[in-house]
């Protein structure tokens, strides 16, 4: 038996017909940019994270980086976040122009912990960007307590996260803006990359809409210097047919992880803590295991997908080393990405499969 990570093929075969027809129908208008599948979908993801607003972004990357440039966060800036989660995150700040600040993850649910996020803020702190990893969201209150203490902005990474909640609200609804992907293996996921942004707040959606298009208003007189985060129709019209499924994919894999749960209870399996506070949505799988690095290997031996996410923490990365942390500067998120794997989890996994997956762990490590 051959279990991959994750299999697309498997959910395009249940709504091909209707993505075709979609797409199809974008092609025959020839409008390439922008247009009404796009606005129809702002207003649907809207609606889905019980925000105002939508702005549709070229990727999940762009989606934060529109954010962080709307918000006028750049050069002398500082931006509290997480160390444990995917580039993107840590990236765009940068790339704004502003310094990421790391503070360490609560190690049950290895979202930021925010009894640490106090004493990292200073005069220079503009906003703090928590991301929901894994399908959780992060303990809103209180990121949304410390920053209203200091007056900061919170950007809500819930690039794994759409339509999970936390004390009943929606990702993305929780602080000043939202932040999704439809990178394909997202819970909802495009044909290619796109994103979102969604926000309550009508004078950050204007300039969120201006900055998209190169900061210019009118078309040729440029306010902002901005960039190209249009999200494409084609990808409009794809998501569109998706979105109707999304609660039922995520129930899907929320059956799946209660399926793995009970295989591995009483055994050195650690499997995923969700709060009691919060829904996931399992964009991830995600267990703590003892020689990780072995399972992992058996594991492929065997055709059973798995992957760490992520290996190497971003205080540790190369390309911000200039931010000056060290090995040990935020134990928890270093012992998570020694610890943990991503197992298969995605909605059209049969009982068979997961049985294969559990005890093909079991057997090498009991
Ligand atoms: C996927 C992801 C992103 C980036 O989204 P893209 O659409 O791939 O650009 C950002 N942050 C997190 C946590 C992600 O998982």
């Known amino acids: 038996m051959q279990v991959p990570l994750l299999d697309l093929k498997a959910q395009y075969a249940t709504i091909k017909d209707e993505v075709l027809a979609a797409v199809s129908e974008v092609l025959e208008t020839q409008r390439c940019i922008g247009g009404p599948k796009v606005a129809e979908l702002e207003q649907k993801i809207a609606a889905v994270s019980d925000c105002k607003f939508a702005v549709g972004a070229s990727s999940g990357t762009d989606a934060i980086l529109n954010s962080l440039m709307s918000l006028d966060i750049g050069c002398g800036d500082e931006v509290i976040t997480t160390p444990f989660t995917f580039f993107a995150t840590i990236g765009c700040i940068a790339r704004a122009g502003a310094k990421p600040v790391f503070v360490d993850i609560d190690p049950k649910t290895y979202n930021i912990n925010p009894e640490l996020i106090e004493a990292a803020v200073t005069e220079k702190t503009k906003a703090i960007l928590p991301v929901h990893l894994y399908g959780q969201m992060a303990d809103m209150d209180a990121i949304v307590a410390s920053a209203k203490k ?55 959606y204007e300039r969120l809409l201006i900055m998209r298009n190169h900061g210019s208003q009118p078309k040729y007189y440029h306010k902002y210097v901005g960039g ?58 995600i267990v703590r295991v003892p020689k990780r690095d072995e399972l992992v290997a058996h594991l492929q031996s065997k055709n059973i997908g798995c992957e760490i996410y992520y290996p190497v923490t971003m205080h540790l990365q190369e390309c911000f080393a200039s931010l000056g942390y060290k090995q040990g ?32 762990i079991l057997e090498k490590i009991n």
């Open 150 to 204: 200091h007056n900061l902005a919170v950007i809500e990474d819930a690039a794994q996260s759409i339509s999970s909640t936390y004390k009943g609200k929606k990702a993305g609804s929780c602080g000043t803006v939202g932040c999704f992907s439809f990178f394909p293996s997202k819970n909802l996921g495009g044909i290619g990359d796109g994103g979102m942004v969604v926000t309550n707040n009508e004078e950050l």
């Open 228 to 285: 190209n985060f249009r999200l494409d129709p084609i990808q409009a019209a794809a998501l569109l047919v998706k979105l109707p499924h999304l609660d039922d994919w995520s129930a899907a894999r929320r059956k799946n992880a209660a399926y793995y749960n009970e295989k591995f209870a009483q055994t050195p399996v650690q499997t995923p803590f969700i709060s009691p506070d919060c829904v996931s949505i399992y964009n991830q799988y």
């Open 329 to 360: 500067d935020f134990p928890e998120s270093e012992k998570a990405a020694k610890e943990v794997m991503a197992l298969p989890i995605y909605p059209e996994l049969t009982d068979e499969m997961k049985d294969f997956v559990a005890e093909t």
